[in-house]
Structures are given as structure tokens and as C-alpha cells.
């Protein structure tokens, strides 16, 4: 299904009129004003390994923006309005360009059965596609996979994500001996995060980062990430 999405991506592209998803001006699906208004910025997750469930091993990750009113905007145009150039766009202009973290292999958080039969792609493959394509590593398609049924992650509380994902995924025995860096869409408590490492680590791999296209930023909590934390060469975004 990955395979057939890209290969359709660009006709579908053709097809959606183009406006910035995110201030709906045109000519492109994300205009430079807006990508220049974001910063790729530092966090940091935990997840559990399995059977350590007393050991929460820290994880960094790297969010190229943070999940205001805008960018929800734009991730509604990409996710469900299948604006796949948004997530390009994103990638393209704001990540680094080289790797923050010494990996080998690529992959993404798959997507609840319900929001794959409802859109027909994984988001977070078609980001992870093209942050390997930007750090010339490779990408393994459908790397993880449920073992049973979740709900989706957006309707839940903190504490329900926790318990949703507990020991809900898979990870293909490949990635063993490899170290992986696991992309997402959005990180919010980071549990989709926690349960993609865990199964990474249970396939005898190490989960060494993640990268996603927005944190969402907690309100009544204090800030995940400190001040100070934003990393240096990111804070003027390049465009093109
Ligand atoms: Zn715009």
C-alpha cells in the first residue's frame, strides 16, 4: 500500500488545488512564510523496555514544529485531505541536513486499523519516507505492526494512551541489530513513541531517536523541553 501511495502521490498532488495549508493563500501547499515561522526543536520521550517495566530509558527526538492552531490546520490537510506535499514540505524545509543521531535504518509508527481503512495510507510512513530520503538511509515499510486492537490515540486520555498501546506492537524481526530511528506524525505523551521503541527494542534493535512533524505542547504542564534546549543550526529554518 506504501509502494502504490507514492507511486500516486504526485497525480493526486496535481489534482488538489494548491493553498497553503496552512494560511490558505496560494500558490503552494505550504508558502515559505509560514514553514519560516517554525522551528525544528529538541525533546525528549521515555519508554519502558519489555519486562523493565521499573526502567524507563530516555529517548531525544527532534519536533519541526510545534502543534498550534496552524499547524493542525495543516496536518488535518495532509491526513485528511490527503495534502501529502504538506509533510514534504515540512521535511524539506525543516529538518537538518544530516542526521542529529547515528542510525542505520528508518521507520514509522503504524497507523490504528480504523484511520488506515478510513484514509488508505500511514502518515507516518509517507514522513518517514521522506526524512530517510533527506538522510540517504534506509526505510523499512511496515516495520510495525498491531498485534491487537487499539483505539485511536486523539480520543484518549493520558492515562488511557498508556494502557492503549501497551504491548500492541510488532516490530519485523529485520530490524534486529540495527539502529533505529522511529518517525511519527505528532508527539503528545509520546506513548505511540514509548510503544514503537519498546517494540524496536524487543526485536533485539535499539531505538536510538525520533523525529515527528509536531510536539503538542500540554496545557497545565510545564514545558517538556526547557529553555535552552533549542538546537542552534535549526533556529533560521532553510527553505529549498
Ligand atoms: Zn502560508
Known sequence: MAFAMSFFEPLLDLLLPSACAECSLPPTVYCRNCLSRHEAHLV???YFVSGQLAVAKKL???ALSVLDDSVSRAMTAFK????FAVARSMVDAL????????VDLVV???SARANFKKRGFVPAELIAERVAKRWDLPHLRSALTLVRRVEDQASLTVEQRQQNLVEAMRANPRVAGKRVLLVDDIVTTGSTIAEVARAVAAAAAEPVAFVV???TLRRHAPSPHPAGFQVGPMASPKID
Request: glycine share 4%; charged share 30%.
Open 108 to 110: 514509522a509508527a503504524p
Open 60 to 62: 531525544p527526538g527532534l
Open 95 to 102: 529538518l537538518p541536513d544530516e542526521s542529529l543521531w547515528p
Open 80 to 83: 485528511e485531505k490527503n495534502q
Open 213 to 215: 512533524l509536531a510536539e
Open 44 to 46: 525528549e520521550r521515555s
